[in-house]
């Protein structure tokens, strides 16, 4: 069965503090997804990547295909950031996306 | 601004009964996407659309029903055959090339049904 493994499923740091969330599949993929959903549901789409790294403002999205395993980092994190952070990756032969159960993230000022 | 509006917010159900969530979509994408969202559990895909009249089961499609008659959009009725309904639904649309799942999926904020 083709699944995708979040760790950890809760995590509370202090403001300021660098973030690490991990994640990793069984098979090959053709994209991954990185995606934030806040406390009232919505989601918002943070990067899409196959291959290296991406970065945007603080948040910096990295995968490595040989390990099937990718991180999202958060520099200077702030109680903004406090959210659900879910992957999500496309298995190649499959067209729907598989999701991972989230990451709580809870950043004290 | 080009988003995506999912109503109502909240919405309760008798038992028994049907009922309709409304999505909508003014980003010009051909693809559109139901996702049904559990605690503890990844979100899990219900129906999905990737041109006007047509559209495929997901994986837990059993219970539910959707149409397709405009780009912009995409209802999911809850039948009184889905036997736990309860849940948070989730709307998400895309621009199609090359492989549907390849493109980023725009969210809705959700609506939250609940049975009385």
């Known amino acids: 069965k083709n699944e995708v493994e979040q760790s950890p499923q809760n995590l509370t740091a202090q403001e300021g503090e660098f973030i690490t969330i991990n994640c990793s599949y069984s098979?090959?993929?053709?994209?991954l997804h990185w995606l934030q959903q806040h406390p009232g549901g919505g989601i918002v789409s943070l990067f899409m990547?196959?291959?290296g790294k991406k970065k945007h403002g603080r948040l910096i999205a990295t995968i490595n295909i040989q390990e099937k395993h990718s991180s999202l980092h958060i520099t200077a994190s702030h109680p903004r950031d406090s959210a659900v952070y879910i992957c999500?990756?496309?298995?190649?032969?499959?067209?729907?996306?598989?999701f991972g159960t989230g990451t709580r993230l809870t950043i004290i000022p | 601004d080009g988003g995506i509006t999912q109503s109502p917010k909240y919405l309760f159900r008798k038992e028994g009964q049907n009922v309709t969530l409304s999505c909508e979509q003014n980003?010009?994408?051909?693809?559109m996407y139901w996702y049904r969202q559990d605690p503890g559990q990844g979100l899990r895909l219900i129906y999905y659309?990737?041109?006007?009249?047509?559209?495929q089961k997901g994986d837990i499609a059993e219970g539910y029903s959707v149409s397709r008659e405009k780009k912009e959009s995409f209802p999911l009725t809850v039948t009184s055959a889905q036997k736990n309904p309860t849940a948070f639904y989730l709307c998400?649309?895309?621009?199609?090339?090359?492989?549907?799942?390849?493109?980023?999926?725009?969210f809705g904020d959700g609506t939250r049904l609940s049975i009385l």
């Open positions: 998400a649309s895309s621009p199609t090339s090359g492989g549907y799942s390849n493109q980023p999926q725009h």
């Open positions: 098979v090959g993929i053709s994209a």
């Open positions: 990547l196959s291959s």
């Open positions: 999500a990756v496309r298995y190649f032969g499959n067209e729907k996306l598989t």
């Open positions: 980003l010009n994408h051909d693809a």
């Open positions: 659309s990737q041109i006007v009249n047509d559209f």
